[in-house]
């Protein structure tokens, strides 16, 4: 295994067993989706993406993006061999999120009645938000732990907790739906769910540090050095994630009246999660490299960085492309299938905000790159960038085209910030990217789609859709044949990446993308008598 192969695998299988705890817990939650869009009115739907939207602002507002920090400071230290820095840099952050996540919780739910009423125009909802706030403690807190681990790239343990999590909180969603307790059952399910994940958390990270002492020899002002920034970034970045939510909110209440609104914001937010289940893959591999970059820079310098940032870009666009284009293309039978007929009209939300997902799919590698050099400043600067050029672009949209709207909105927000990010990197770093690889999966996704599309037209069923998926697959896999994207290094990495059981399937899954080797017949000379 060479220098260069072995970073790739850390990234790689850190970003499997993140995307494998996707998998699971998104398992899981479309089963609850399922389940709950058919017990929920779409109103009710519409509440709960509400209390999602508030939740994840008090959680961004309370951590003041100094698990960011710590992840960073971490990687850094255990790159340079020092643990009982590392372990100071966990103590004090430790210690900050108890505080803020009791100070955010009690916040919460002495304000509920005014959240209820002037976001969900009612008062029924106001032991929802209490429940809310007693969930933003563990919440809150997790984010620490999270932070600690992701900066030891304990990735495995993240995944084993962040599924058990998912699992528990839709089970528990499910079973307090079917006995009739609706969205404060589902509430209820989320703080049970979250203090599993935060004692999990916890309980690893612990272990981590059990026999390492802590050092004083760390600036705690670094931390808040280098949060701060980051911190109006995340708060721009929330905004960015949930401006379309909000616009859907604010512009069709006074049109529709706030049942009809919630109700059509039920609708997209399905859709929205939809799209989340792919995206996936690529929060996975912003959560791994982020700490790989920052382990390299600390170790070897910007070099290292660069090749990270040219192979990462590569596996990016093999394996997230055609699965965003994919979902595109089968965005109605997919929607129709997992949450019933009347989401039907999420369907062109959902392939809107696929298609852009594609396009900027190399954005957390951007992202991951710039903040592991330290520019922060740059990472906000594109999220506003992005909100200015949505909110110029969404309040005509929403208003005339509803839900539709909303998702261009989205759109329009991801390929503005994500260019004006990659714009920025180019000129501050230069931007190492795999161009080949990244031009030649569009052709081969654009195959897939030319494929699909007809064959959905041709034989219109929802219940085909696992056909569809299938036909998909099979045109990519013969268009990246064909086109040569495979290379033997790429099934080498594989090969080493994958357990010994599996390497045999992707030998011959590689015999069939690869021309084989040419073998090099040695003649061995007889010596002469």
């Known amino acids: ?21 996707s998998i699971i817990g998104n398992l899981a939650a479309v089963v609850y989706f399922a389940y709950a869009a058919r017990t929920l009115t779409q109103t009710e739907i519409g509440v709960l993406a509400t209390l999602s939207l508030t939740s994840t602002l008090v959680v961004a507002t309370a951590t003041l993006a100094l698990p ?9 230290y255990t790159g340079r061999g020092e643990p009982a820095r590392s372990k100071k840099v966990y103590q004090f952050a430790a210690l900050f999120g108890i505080a803020s996540g009791a100070g955010f919780a009690t916040l919460t739910i002495a304000i509920s009645g005014a959240l209820s009423g002037g976001l969900l125009g009612t ?28 900066g030891l790239q304990k990735f495995r343990e993240i995944a084993v907790v962040a599924a058990l999590q998912m699992i528990t909180k839709s089970i528990l969603a499910m079973l307090f739906l079917a006995t009739g307790q609706g969205v404060q059952g589902v509430v209820a399910a989320w703080i049970l769910g979250d203090s599993t994940g935060l004692s999990l958390y916890a309980a690893f990270t612990l272990r981590q540090f059990a026999e390492t002492r802590a050092s004083d020899d760390v600036q705690k002002w670094e931390l808040f050095k280098y949060s701060a920034p ?12 949930q401006l379309d939510k909000y616009l859907v909110i604010f512009l069709l209440a006074p049109k529709l009246g706030m049942d009809k609104t919630l109700a059509q914001l039920g609708i997209y937010n399905l859709a929205i999660v939809a799209v989340s289940v792919v995206g996936m893959v690529l929060g996975a591999l912003g959560t791994t490299l982020f700490p790989q970059l920052s382990e390299k820079l600390g170790k070897t310098g910007k070099g290292a960085v660069d090749q990270a940032s040219h192979l990462a870009s590569r596996y990016i666009s093999m394996a997230f492309i055609p699965m965003a284009v994919g979902l595109a293309v089968v965005a109605y039978p997919t929607i129709t299938v997992f949450v019933g007929p009347s989401y039907a009209p999420g369907s062109t939300a959902l392939a809107i905000v696929s298609v852009a997902t594609a396009i900027t799919c190399l954005a ?13 400043r740059v990472v906000m600067e594109a999220s506003i960038v992005g909100i200015a050029a949505a909110v110029a672009a969404g309040y005509p949209l929403v208003q005339s085209i509803g839900i539709n709207g909303a998702a261009l909105t989205r759109a329009t927000l991801l390929i503005v910030g994500f260019s004006y990010g990659a714009y920025r990197l180019a000129k501050i770093h230069g931007l190492h990217i795999d161009g080949e690889a990244l031009r030649k999966s569009c052709m081969a996704s654009a195959a897939l789609a030319l494929a699909v599309v007809p064959f959905e037209l041709l034989f219109p069923n929802r219940y085909l859709l696992p056909i569809y998926i299938a036909l998909g697959a099979l045109v990519y896999l013969l268009a990246v044949k064909a086109l040569h994207v495979v290379q033997h290094e790429d099934v080498d990495l594989i090969e080493d990446f994958l357990p010994p059981q599996l390497g045999g399937a992707a030998r011959r899954i590689g015999g069939f993308l690869v021309e084989r080797r040419p073998t090099v017949q040695h003649q061995q000379t007889m010596p002469e008598n």
Do not use: C, H, W
């Open 1 to 21: 295994m060479t220098d260069q192969t072995q970073p790739a695998i850390k990234v790689a299988r850190g970003t499997t067993y993140l995307y494998t705890q």
């Open 68 to 76: 960011s920090a710590v992840t960073r400071y971490i990687a850094e």
């Open 123 to 150: 008062q029924a909802y106001q032991l929802a938000v209490v429940l809310l706030g007693i969930d933003a403690f563990p919440l809150i807190l997790s984010q620490f732990f999270m932070g600690t681990l992701t």
């Open 230 to 241: 980051l911190y109006v970034t995340n708060l721009v970045n929330y905004l960015a994630n």
């Open 364 to 376: 957390p590698l951007v992202s991951s790159v710039l903040l592991s050099l330290g520019s922060t």
